[in-house]
């Protein structure tokens, strides 16, 4: 699942609560699947999202600050 992939790159950049929060979610959807109700495996989907939105955010903000690190403004900006 990528949400095991993006706890790995970023679990120390989210509190305490946002990982309890992606774990229990995590685990809900895992025991959803299980069951043949496709509305509440859609449903424990959507709770996951919310739960990860703050992580996704964090891992989007790290990434784009690593790939503008030791840039100059003339290098994002020229047309080549």
């Not at 305490?16 to 989907?45: F, N, Q």
């Not at 903000?61 to 047309?79: F, V």
Request: charged share 30%; hydrophobic share 45%; glycine share 4%.
């Amino acid at each position: 699942m990528a949400t095991g992939k993006a706890l790995t790159q970023g679990a120390h950049l989210v509190g305490e609560e946002d990982l309890s929060s992606i774990r229990a979610a995590t685990a809900a959807v895992e025991s959803a699947k299980a069951g043949a109700d496709h509305k509440a495996i859609r449903a424990k989907i959507a709770a996951l999202e919310k739960a990860t939105h703050h992580l996704a955010e964090v891992l989007m903000d790290t990434s784009l600050k690593e790939a503008l690190e030791n840039k100059k403004l003339s290098e994002l900006t020229s047309r080549k």
